[in-house]
């Protein structure tokens, strides 16, 4: 049971939008920022997003992201194959003095 | 290059110990957080712990304090992970990761390694 939750899947066509939600708790989400991680078999994940908002370079601008309260989303915006993976939101949590990661979304293009 | 650089896959049986390593280059090394983050197969991304290479301060998830340890051999710009007594339940990749700011435990991690599969079996 992860701290964090989110869906465990999500899809959408070529071109549409994706949103992945993240709940957590006043520890974690709720007094710290959050980041999202693209992962792909086979590969080593990949941050999208840091501090609730923002792109690290190179990340195009189709990946936003937004924080309110305890809970934070992922949009994926013009979907596209190459975008296929699994996606984990992370944050600190200042009860465990820990890092958390979600469970993860699988998001599938049609 | 900015990287991060993991030991090999490894094979052990149960109540053997193991330490894989972690070699980071192409960046000031002493002042950015490492940590460990397991993935088992088929199951998602488990925050293990982290270290501060300059005084190896440490940070551990309650899931995985006791169970393993990390060290840090600044002068070889390297992180290690270690268990004393493997067992099969500790099969998975095992990625190291930089994180993003200086001296912040709470940064997001920016530079992973290639990971390492351990295999107790």
């Known amino acids: 049971q992860s701290v964090l939750t989110q869906p465990p899947s999500v899809s959408a066509a070529p071109g549409q939008k994706v949103s992945i939600s993240c709940s957590g708790g006043t520890s974690n989400i709720g007094s710290n920022y959050v980041s999202w991680y693209q992962h792909l078999p086979g590969t080593a994940p990949k941050l999208v997003i840091y501090?609730?908002?923002k792109r690290p370079s190179g990340i195009p601008d189709r990946f936003n992201a937004s924080k309110s309260g305890s809970s934070a989303t992922l949009d994926i915006s013009g979907l596209q194959t190459g975008d296929e993976a699994e996606y984990y939101c992370?944050?600190?949590?200042?009860?465990?003095?820990?890092?958390?990661f979600g469970g993860g979304t699988l998001v599938t293009v049609l | 290059e900015v990287q991060l650089v993991q030991s090999g896959a490894e094979v052990r049986k149960p109540g053997e110990s193991l330490k894989i390593s972690c070699r980071g280059s192409g960046y000031n090394f002493p002042n950015y957080w490492i940590g460990w983050v397991r993935q088992m197969s088929g199951k998602g991304l488990d925050w293990m712990a982290v270290i501060y290479p300059d005084d190896s301060d440490t940070r551990y998830s309650p899931s995985f304090q006791g169970r393993v340890s990390i060290s840090v051999d600044k002068s070889m710009s390297t992180a290690h992970l270690h268990w004393s007594s493997l067992t099969t339940s500790d099969s998975g990749i095992y990625y190291c990761a930089r994180g993003m700011s200086p001296t912040n435990v709470n940064s997001p991690f920016d530079l992973w390694g290639q990971g390492t599969m351990v295999t107790v079996s």
């Open positions: 992370g944050a600190w949590d200042i009860s465990l003095t820990a890092g958390v």
């Open positions: 501090d609730n908002n």
